[in-house]
């Protein structure tokens, strides 16, 4: 069955940075396209970034030139590279696979000083 699991969560002050990685199974990782979700204290999830199978990129305005995504086929793996972190960064960070809406169980990501 498909499954997804995240890690890579923390806390870290204003400023930091953190990676996240997504791994994969249970399905032939390099034919879909993956996402990343935030969800916010007392909100709904929000798209972050997603990566196409052809490596195509989209990102949400509020992250764009401090997130990257990319993946790793061969390690069936999803990443998402973050920097400049901010307060309202913080959430629980989901993998998603859109077709099908398979989730992961989340990371908390906590950016306080």
């Known amino acids: 069955q498909v499954q997804l699991v995240e890690s890579g969560g923390g806390l870290v002050q204003p400023g930091g940075s953190l990676n996240l990685s997504c791994a994969a199974s249970?399905?032939?990782?390099?034919?879909?396209?993956m996402s990343w979700y935030r969800q916010a204290p007392g909100k709904g999830r929000d798209l972050v970034a997603d990566i196409n199978s052809d490596g195509r990129t989209n990102y949400a305005d509020s992250v764009k030139g401090r997130f990257t995504i990319s993946r790793d086929n061969a390690k069936n793996r999803v990443f998402l590279q973050m920097n400049s972190l901010k307060p309202e960064d913080t959430g629980v960070y989901y993998c998603q696979r859109e077709i099908g809406n398979y989730w992961g169980q989340g990371t908390q990501d906590t950016v306080s000083s």
């Open positions: 249970g399905f032939t990782f390099a034919w879909y396209k």
